[in-house]
Protein backbone atom coordinates (compact mmCIF):
# COMPACT_ATOMS: atom_id res chain seq x y z
CA UNK A 1 0.00 0.00 0.00
CA UNK A 2 1.08 3.33 -0.98
CA UNK A 3 2.35 5.88 2.24
CA UNK A 4 3.02 9.23 2.60
CA UNK A 5 4.29 10.92 5.49
CA UNK A 6 4.88 14.56 6.02
CA UNK A 7 6.33 16.97 8.14
CA UNK A 8 6.29 18.71 10.00
CA UNK A 9 2.01 19.32 10.84
CA UNK A 10 2.34 23.20 10.75
CA UNK A 11 5.11 25.68 10.01
CA UNK A 12 4.97 29.19 11.73
CA UNK A 13 7.42 31.27 9.68
CA UNK A 14 8.20 35.27 9.78
CA UNK A 15 7.50 36.88 5.88
CA UNK A 16 11.16 36.54 4.38
CA UNK A 17 12.00 33.41 6.50
CA UNK A 18 12.64 30.50 4.28
CA UNK A 19 11.81 26.90 5.17
CA UNK A 20 11.42 23.58 3.67
CA UNK A 21 8.47 20.97 4.20
CA UNK A 22 9.37 17.21 3.32
CA UNK A 23 7.54 14.16 2.33
CA UNK A 24 8.36 10.99 2.50
CA UNK A 25 6.78 8.26 0.46
CA UNK A 26 7.12 4.40 -0.22
CA UNK A 27 5.08 3.25 -3.60
CA UNK A 28 5.47 -0.01 -5.62
CA UNK A 29 6.18 1.92 -8.88
CA UNK A 30 6.36 5.66 -8.83
CA UNK A 31 4.54 7.28 -11.95
CA UNK A 32 4.39 10.48 -10.09
CA UNK A 33 5.07 12.62 -7.24
CA UNK A 34 2.23 15.72 -7.09
CA UNK A 35 2.09 18.97 -4.88
CA UNK A 36 -0.98 20.60 -4.02
CA UNK A 37 -1.55 23.82 -2.10
CA UNK A 38 -5.33 24.04 -0.18
CA UNK A 39 -6.70 27.04 0.73
CA UNK A 40 -9.53 26.71 3.72
CA UNK A 41 -12.70 25.45 2.52
CA UNK A 42 -11.39 24.92 -1.12
CA UNK A 43 -10.34 22.34 -2.87
CA UNK A 44 -6.51 21.41 -3.53
CA UNK A 45 -4.93 23.90 -6.46
CA UNK A 46 -2.21 22.35 -8.74
CA UNK A 47 1.89 23.53 -8.26
CA UNK A 48 4.06 20.60 -9.18
CA UNK A 49 4.30 17.11 -10.66
CA UNK A 50 7.97 15.26 -10.37
CA UNK A 51 8.31 12.22 -12.36
CA UNK A 52 12.24 11.01 -11.09
CA UNK A 53 15.11 10.98 -8.95
CA UNK A 54 16.78 14.40 -9.18
CA UNK A 55 14.16 16.33 -10.74
CA UNK A 56 13.25 19.78 -9.64
CA UNK A 57 10.55 22.01 -10.22
CA UNK A 58 10.12 26.03 -9.52
CA UNK A 59 7.39 28.57 -9.61
CA UNK A 60 7.89 32.09 -8.34
CA UNK A 61 8.56 31.05 -4.25
CA UNK A 62 8.31 27.62 -4.34
CA UNK A 63 11.11 25.17 -5.58
CA UNK A 64 10.21 21.01 -5.38
CA UNK A 65 12.83 18.31 -5.30
CA UNK A 66 12.44 14.61 -5.39
CA UNK A 67 15.32 11.51 -4.29
CA UNK A 68 13.85 8.15 -4.18
CA UNK A 69 12.46 8.35 -1.33
CA UNK A 70 11.15 12.16 -0.38
CA UNK A 71 10.59 14.98 -1.93
CA UNK A 72 11.23 19.02 -0.41
CA UNK A 73 8.95 21.99 -1.33
CA UNK A 74 11.21 24.97 -0.48
CA UNK A 75 9.85 28.49 0.11
CA UNK A 76 11.90 31.08 -0.47
CA UNK A 77 11.37 34.12 1.16
CA UNK A 78 7.71 33.92 1.84
CA UNK A 79 5.06 36.47 1.69
CA UNK A 80 1.81 35.99 3.77
CA UNK A 81 -0.23 35.15 0.57
CA UNK A 82 1.38 31.77 0.80
CA UNK A 83 -0.13 30.61 3.76
CA UNK A 84 -1.80 27.59 3.24
CA UNK A 85 -1.97 23.86 3.48
CA UNK A 86 0.84 22.05 1.53
CA UNK A 87 -0.48 18.56 0.19
CA UNK A 88 1.99 15.68 -1.15
CA UNK A 89 0.51 13.15 -3.34
CA UNK A 90 1.98 9.88 -4.73
CA UNK A 91 0.76 8.14 -7.95
CA UNK A 92 1.62 4.65 -8.78
CA UNK A 93 2.13 3.04 -11.82
CA UNK A 94 -0.52 0.59 -11.41
CA UNK A 95 -3.36 3.30 -12.15
CA UNK A 96 -3.97 7.10 -11.64
CA UNK A 97 -5.41 7.96 -8.51
CA UNK A 98 -3.59 10.19 -5.83
CA UNK A 99 -2.48 8.89 -2.16
CA UNK A 100 -2.12 11.98 -0.50
CA UNK A 101 -0.06 12.93 3.14
CA UNK A 102 -1.87 14.68 5.66
CA UNK A 103 -0.01 18.15 4.98
CA UNK A 104 2.07 21.39 6.37
CA UNK A 105 0.07 23.91 7.47
CA UNK A 106 1.98 27.20 6.74
CA UNK A 107 1.36 30.02 8.27
CA UNK A 108 3.72 33.36 7.26
CA UNK A 109 3.22 36.31 9.85
CA UNK A 110 4.08 39.64 8.26
CA UNK B 1 -4.83 25.07 -16.25
CA UNK B 2 -7.76 22.68 -16.24
CA UNK B 3 -10.41 23.72 -14.89
CA UNK B 4 -13.10 21.53 -12.62
CA UNK B 5 -16.10 22.87 -11.66
CA UNK B 6 -18.02 21.22 -8.56
CA UNK B 7 -21.57 22.47 -7.24
CA UNK B 8 -23.10 22.82 -4.98
CA UNK B 9 -20.18 24.46 -2.60
CA UNK B 10 -22.24 23.75 0.55
CA UNK B 11 -25.43 21.68 1.02
CA UNK B 12 -27.61 21.43 4.50
CA UNK B 13 -29.95 18.53 4.53
CA UNK B 14 -32.25 16.75 7.10
CA UNK B 15 -31.24 13.28 8.22
CA UNK B 16 -32.53 10.83 5.59
CA UNK B 17 -32.81 12.77 2.72
CA UNK B 18 -30.66 12.23 -0.56
CA UNK B 19 -27.92 14.83 -1.45
CA UNK B 20 -26.44 15.04 -5.16
CA UNK B 21 -22.94 16.62 -5.76
CA UNK B 22 -21.66 17.76 -9.60
CA UNK B 23 -18.37 17.31 -11.02
CA UNK B 24 -18.10 19.47 -14.27
CA UNK B 25 -14.51 19.12 -16.54
CA UNK B 26 -15.21 22.34 -17.70
CA UNK B 27 -12.26 22.50 -20.78
CA UNK B 28 -11.23 18.87 -21.26
CA UNK B 29 -12.47 15.49 -21.38
CA UNK B 30 -12.24 13.94 -18.54
CA UNK B 31 -11.67 10.05 -18.94
CA UNK B 32 -11.71 9.46 -15.17
CA UNK B 33 -12.78 11.69 -12.17
CA UNK B 34 -12.05 10.61 -8.17
CA UNK B 35 -14.76 11.16 -5.20
CA UNK B 36 -12.22 12.24 -2.15
CA UNK B 37 -13.72 13.35 0.97
CA UNK B 38 -12.11 15.17 3.81
CA UNK B 39 -12.47 15.46 7.39
CA UNK B 40 -11.34 19.17 9.15
CA UNK B 41 -7.47 19.30 9.48
CA UNK B 42 -7.40 15.98 7.69
CA UNK B 43 -6.07 14.85 4.74
CA UNK B 44 -8.00 13.45 1.57
CA UNK B 45 -8.86 10.30 1.29
CA UNK B 46 -10.21 8.65 -1.97
CA UNK B 47 -13.65 7.08 -1.85
CA UNK B 48 -14.10 5.65 -5.49
CA UNK B 49 -13.06 6.53 -8.81
CA UNK B 50 -15.22 6.27 -11.98
CA UNK B 51 -14.83 5.85 -15.59
CA UNK B 52 -16.85 6.96 -18.48
CA UNK B 53 -19.38 4.79 -18.91
CA UNK B 54 -18.30 2.33 -16.45
CA UNK B 55 -19.19 1.24 -13.09
CA UNK B 56 -17.12 3.43 -10.51
CA UNK B 57 -14.63 1.35 -8.58
CA UNK B 58 -15.07 1.77 -4.86
CA UNK B 59 -12.05 1.88 -2.30
CA UNK B 60 -12.15 -0.31 1.12
CA UNK B 61 -14.94 0.30 3.49
CA UNK B 62 -17.03 2.70 1.19
CA UNK B 63 -20.41 1.60 1.01
CA UNK B 64 -21.58 1.90 -2.79
CA UNK B 65 -25.10 2.00 -2.21
CA UNK B 66 -24.52 4.93 0.12
CA UNK B 67 -22.73 6.98 -2.04
CA UNK B 68 -23.92 6.67 -5.60
CA UNK B 69 -21.58 7.50 -8.52
CA UNK B 70 -22.26 8.01 -11.82
CA UNK B 71 -19.94 9.61 -15.02
CA UNK B 72 -22.46 9.07 -17.67
CA UNK B 73 -20.45 11.66 -19.82
CA UNK B 74 -16.50 12.85 -20.56
CA UNK B 75 -17.34 16.20 -18.52
CA UNK B 76 -19.86 15.02 -16.04
CA UNK B 77 -19.54 13.39 -12.90
CA UNK B 78 -22.27 13.20 -10.37
CA UNK B 79 -22.04 11.69 -6.29
CA UNK B 80 -25.35 11.32 -4.86
CA UNK B 81 -25.09 10.49 -0.87
CA UNK B 82 -28.43 8.36 -0.07
CA UNK B 83 -30.26 8.21 3.13
CA UNK B 84 -27.78 11.29 5.00
CA UNK B 85 -27.32 10.93 8.50
CA UNK B 86 -24.94 13.06 10.26
CA UNK B 87 -22.09 11.11 10.46
CA UNK B 88 -22.38 11.92 6.28
CA UNK B 89 -20.99 15.51 7.48
CA UNK B 90 -17.82 15.89 5.16
CA UNK B 91 -15.96 18.15 2.83
CA UNK B 92 -16.53 16.29 -0.58
CA UNK B 93 -14.06 16.99 -3.46
CA UNK B 94 -13.66 15.45 -7.46
CA UNK B 95 -10.89 15.73 -9.29
CA UNK B 96 -10.57 14.67 -12.88
CA UNK B 97 -8.07 13.90 -15.23
CA UNK B 98 -8.23 13.97 -19.20
CA UNK B 99 -7.04 11.05 -21.09
CA UNK B 100 -3.23 10.06 -21.63
CA UNK B 101 -2.20 13.11 -18.59
CA UNK B 102 -0.97 11.84 -15.35
CA UNK B 103 -2.36 15.18 -13.50
CA UNK B 104 -5.24 15.50 -11.56
CA UNK B 105 -7.41 18.65 -11.47
CA UNK B 106 -9.70 19.39 -8.43
CA UNK B 107 -13.52 20.82 -7.78
CA UNK B 108 -13.43 23.57 -5.10
CA UNK B 109 -15.20 21.38 -2.82
CA UNK B 110 -18.63 20.31 -1.33
CA UNK B 111 -19.15 21.21 2.41
CA UNK B 112 -22.50 18.66 3.47
CA UNK B 113 -23.74 19.44 6.54
CA UNK B 114 -26.54 16.76 7.74
CA UNK B 115 -28.80 17.91 10.70
Known amino acids: EDQVTQSPEALRLQEGESSSLNCSYT??????LFWYRQDPGKGPEFLFTLYSAGEEKEKERLKATLTKKESFLHITAPKPEDSATYLC???????????FGAGTTVTVRA | GAVVSQHPSRVICKSGTSVKIECRSLDFQATTMFWYRQFPKKSLMLMAT?????????EQGVEKDKFLINHASLTLSTLTVTSAHPEDSSFYIC???????????FGSGTQLSVL
Open chain 2, 95 to 105: SAREHQSVKLF
Open chain 1, 89 to 99: AVQSTNDYKLS
Open chain 1, 27 to 32: VSGLRG
Open chain 2, 50 to 58: SNEGSKATY
